[in-house]
């Protein structure tokens, strides 16, 4: 979708908040509305990975033992380490939309990968982000910059089941959330 199409679903139903209506970049990693998608800020707080205690990472029983929790106005990551984030944005991802959200260039060419995946029709939230450097030297990430670009699907119906009928167990997160299972 484009960026009037952005811009009024962000100023009208808060799909976006708070929202930056234009491109944002002197001095900054570029973050705001754009062309044909939105840049997406990284908060300060982050949630750095560590072997520390020899542990395993394991999605069906996190330990916070393997994970140090900081705040501030940038974040290290070791190399070939792995961190966590959260966006700075709340999204309210309208039922007949899809995210796809893609890190930004200026963080590839450092060997930074950002992942998110999908933000669901009817899905609200902060984005947990996901940082891997894939390089052998430490890489620094700027809390509130920019670091993904979210693109816009809009489907031409509403979908059946969207994240909030289907109760998704990371509906309304706030700030970082660690991996859940359904129980």
């Not at 944002?24 to 509305?33: A, E, H």
């Not at 205690?53 to 140090?68: A, E, Q, T």
């Not at 950002?114 to 890489?139: D, K, M, Q, R, Y």
Request: aromatic share 10%; net charge neutral.
């Amino acid at each position: 979708m484009a960026d009037e199409w952005i811009r009024d679903q962000a100023m009208e139903n808060e799909m976006i908040s708070p929202f930056v209506g234009k491109k944002t970049s002197k001095g900054v990693i570029s973050y705001g509305l754009s062309s044909y998608g939105y840049d997406v800020r990284v908060s300060d707080s982050f949630y750095i990975f560590h072997n520390l205690n020899s542990g395993i990472i394991d999605p069906k029983n996190f330990s916070m033992d393997n994970v140090k929790k900081i705040k501030q106005d940038h974040c290290l990551i070791p190399p070939n380490g792995f961190i966590l984030a959260h966006s700075v944005e709340y999204f309210k991802i309208p039922k007949d939309v899809l995210v796809i959200c893609l890190g930004k260039s200026t963080y590839a060419r450092c060997g930074i990968i950002v992942n998110v995946t999908p933000l669901e029709p009817g899905w609200e939230g902060h984005i947990t982000l996901e940082f891997s450097n894939t390089t052998n030297l430490p890489a620094k990430i700027y809390a509130n910059e920019g670091v993904c670009q979210c693109i816009f699907l809009k489907g031409d119906e509403s979908c059946k089941n969207d994240y909030a009928k289907i109760q998704g167990k990371y509906m309304n997160q706030t700030g970082i959330t660690l991996p859940k299972i359904n129980k």
